[in-house]
């Protein structure tokens, strides 16, 4: 099977665009593709379940299938809004 390494899918919380809306990413040019879970401004104190379906939503954000997962990363950051960020991570599986 091809494929090319460095692609990256990143879900993303924060922005004014609509849940599931795939952006090109402004840092990472074609090889990255950022999809919106949540839009920005949540102040919700409760967990959110979310879900995905990586391989889905890789072809749909690149238009192929995808290659081996070789990694996930999980991160925070409020530089642009001068915010401080709070959150858990909780029972995360890649099934």
């Not at 494929?3 to 993303?12: D, E, R």
């Not at 401004?41 to 379906?53: H, L, Q």
Request: proline share 4%.
């Amino acid at each position: 099977m091809w494929w090319s390494s460095g692609a990256a899918l990143v879900y993303i919380w924060g922005g004014s665009g609509t849940r599931g809306q795939v952006v090109a990413s402004p840092h990472m040019g074609a090889s990255g593709k950022l999809i919106l879970r949540q839009p920005g401004g949540i102040t919700n104190s409760s967990f959110v379940s979310e879900t995905a379906d990586l391989a889905v939503d890789f072809r749909r954000a690149f238009g192929r299938d995808p290659g081996p997962l070789v990694g996930i990363a999980v991160s925070s950051d409020s530089d642009d809004t001068k915010g401080i960020n709070l959150a858990a991570l909780e029972a995360l599986t890649i099934e």
